[in-house]
């Protein structure tokens, strides 16, 4: 039951960062590099987070199919955006040439809503199986639930919603977190598929949506970032008790 309530609070947290995404974009406070910062970290501390927890821990409770439902997690996210949802960057989007109707917009929530739904399968598989794969997964997805939010809300607006469709939109990404949270602990066995599943789908968030974000930004700075985010994983270990 601790784990429980505790898996179930941070999934709020979780999406919250969402929703709080969305109103920094509606007020006009965050800038575009600040949200890039939070991109590169991300990115770097999940794809650590994926390969080095979730990967092993998957194979280890499911050894005969968590390889191929890593590469389903991946594979389902690339046929998701690349058909239901067109292009788009994490963090301010406001080409009104790139997005013009109500379909287009909706395209991208249903896109990053499926996404966020796993967010919440991994932060709830990994308390499943201990307190400290929860945390892990959990800062992992934290660290990008402002972009994403931000993402979502600019993409509302540059299609000409207004703000109240922009900050639902954020919203609904956050709810649908908790969702993901919520199903694995009412079905605690589906962890087997869940986790290896939502493996998949962080490595082709970090690696494939986050990673060229940051190779857009020149110099070294960003790339250091990127680097911060994979060390902060390994500071993370070290002072983990056990």
């Known amino acids: 039951m601790q784990s429980l309530g505790l898996s179930l609070t941070l999934g709020a947290v979780a999406g919250l960062a969402d929703y709080l995404g969305g109103v920094l974009l509606v007020r006009r406070s965050p800038s575009a590099r600040a949200l890039r910062y939070f991109v590169a970290l991300g990115a770097g501390f999940m794809l650590a987070a994926a390969v080095l927890e979730m990967i092993p821990e998957g194979v280890g409770i499911n050894p005969h199919w968590a390889p191929l ?43 990053l809503a499926t996404h966020t739904f796993f967010d919440g399968i991994a932060i709830g598989s990994g ?26 809300a600019s993409v509302m607006l540059a299609s000409g919603r207004g703000s109240r469709a922009a900050l639902n939109s954020a919203m609904i990404l956050g709810a649908t977190t908790l969702a993901g949270v919520l199903v694995i602990n009412l079905r605690p066995e589906w962890v087997r598929a869940g986790l290896p599943l939502s493996a998949g789908v962080t490595i082709y968030v970090a690696a494939t949506d986050l990673v060229p974000e940051v190779n857009r930004e020149p110099g070294i700075r960003m790339a250091l970032v990127f680097f911060a985010g994979v060390a902060t994983f390994f500071l993370l270990k070290l002072l983990a008790p056990g």
Do not use: Q, R
Not at 91 to 101: M, R
Not at 133 to 151: C, N, Q, R, S, Y
């Open 69 to 111: 439902l890593i590469l389903v997690g991946y594979c389902g996210v690339h046929l998701l955006e690349h058909t239901l949802v067109p292009h788009f960057h994490f963090g301010e989007e406001t080409h009104h040439h790139e997005f013009v109707s109500a379909k287009t917009s909706y395209s991208v929530l249903l896109g």
């Open 127 to 152: 308390f499943v199986l201990s307190h400290w794969l929860g945390w892990v997964i959990f800062i992992a997805v934290f660290l990008h639930k402002l972009p994403e939010g931000f993402t979502v």
